[in-house]
């Protein structure tokens, strides 16, 4: 029986307390955010060449990002889950450093590699591409504050898919390829997707490590910061809300397609 | 068919080291030991699924310690039958003869085979969680058949499934093969799903092989102290079950005719706890359908309770707390009455 909601306990109504407040401090300032903002100007902001530029450039740095952490990712997720050797822990925890340092930091640690002193960033430049105030320089900085969210949601799925799965296969003819492509990734599928889409989200979210490696060509978060800093609140809300309502709505209908998955 | 030499492999805690072991073409070979003896590692050693430690493995003639398991023809069927869950019945069946690239024909001719063998064609397009534990066993078979093994696996394949269940699925199991007379290597814990199907029966424990042999050999001549534990505690008769139906059948073994209640006729094996077996000086009035007379030949004492060997014969193993024991005065020699209900009785 469901209980009413009158009649659940003290404890359980002062979390239902505290709960709304935080989940209200979440919610309040975008809904305000998109409340006030003007239809008109919205519509203009829309048509305005720049902000369009700016918020493709975001969505698509994002998903080149979150391909290369799909590619480069997923089989180290699954050598993670399956494989158990010295210093596993270590390079679990060295994975999600991304997520614990300050964006900024991040992005000047990046400069070192990618800029033009380290030899990778030389070997780059001899192959035509630099990541200084260019797009590479955004997808790089995107892609390294942005896979540990892919590596640990890939890696939970493989774990969830039962071993023995992989050995019937196994006996059944597949090679370790086909075992992995037939049966593993199959079944972590769901988890592999949701693990990418938090990865892309988290990527066109970035903005600390972008403008330490390009401040141009412009993200969505630099313009809206340029916006910001140059004129004023007014002029930075109809972008923001912009690429808010972008993402929610993309992240929506993510989301619905996964769900449906699930139930098919 | 298959052979073991000196088989070695580690597992977290313990070792399983110097197996020996030589399975018939087409037999039904079961491996006895209790919980965590290893069975399944020494299951998935055979199939190429663990790093050795050291040994040889021979599959009909070839060696192939080294192989790998998608090369060897071996199939296995779990505990928990690890059915692809993202896949129908049918399209886990095929998934074998997929990869080995079957025409489209062959793959449905070894369908239509395995379907009618198991009688599943009302589940093909079915996903596996809607399936209960005897159908999915039953998929698992069909996918572990589809292959046409050299050697088929069976990891505690009764375990997980219910009791009622179990007897049908038991006797599926034997009939199977019959039928199709796969070479079975078959791992239990439980004694009497091990002498009803197997053809021999090898008892591993304590990290390596106790004793192999036939069924009668290993309950009437347990080599060790293990074995015996896993034989002795139950009293375990070969025979043959006659008579009308249900309640008066009879099982016929050497010097008793007892009362049972099953549906089986024919050769089978009957097994009465010693925990169900009175004792009394004097034949009583009771509800109970089997009373005989015989005599204590020996006594085992384990401190709060003993076991008695009372011998008709055939020779019955009674457990008694200390207290009777004491009470009425027990002592080998003596002349006493054993007493058991026909539902006390278990044939397999």
Redesign the interface.
Known sequence: MVKKWFATNKMTFTFILLGLVIFLFIIVPLIRMVVTSEPNTLLVTLFDAEVRQAIWLSLYAALIATGAGFVLGVPLAYLLARHEFPGKKIIEGLIDVPIVIPHTAAGIALLFVFGRNFFAGRVFHVMGIDFVDSTAGIVVAMLFVSIPFLIDSAKEGFKKV?V??E?????????PW?TFF??SF??AWRSIVAGSIMMWARGISEFGAVIILAYHPMIAPTLIFERFESYGLAYSQPVAVLLILLCLFVFVVLRTLVHRGEKA | MIRIRNLCVKLADFVLHDVNLDVKPGEYFIILGPTGAGKTVLL?SI???YQLKGGQIWLGGKEVTRL???K?G???V?Q?Q?L???LSVKDNIT??LK??RKSKQEIEQTLDWLVELLGISHLLHRKPDTLSGGEKQKVALA??L??K?QLLLLDEPLSALDPENREGVQRELRRLHNQVKVTTVHVTHDFEEAIALGDRIAVIGDGCIQQVGTSEQIFRQPNSEFVARFAMVRNIFAGEVVGGNGENAVFCTEGAKLAVVTDLRGKYHASIRPEDILISHAPFPSSARNCFCGSITSIADKGSTLYLTVTLPPDFTCLVTRNSFDAMGLAEGQKVYITFKASAVHIF
Do not use: C, M, N
């Open positions: 039962d023995r799965l050995k019937v296969a196994r006996t059944l003819g597949a090679s086909q037939r049966v199959p079944l | 998935e199939a190429g699924l790998e398991p998608e060897r071996i199939s296995i779990y928990d690890a692809f869950p993202h998934f074998g990869l080995r996918r572990a589809s292959t093994p």
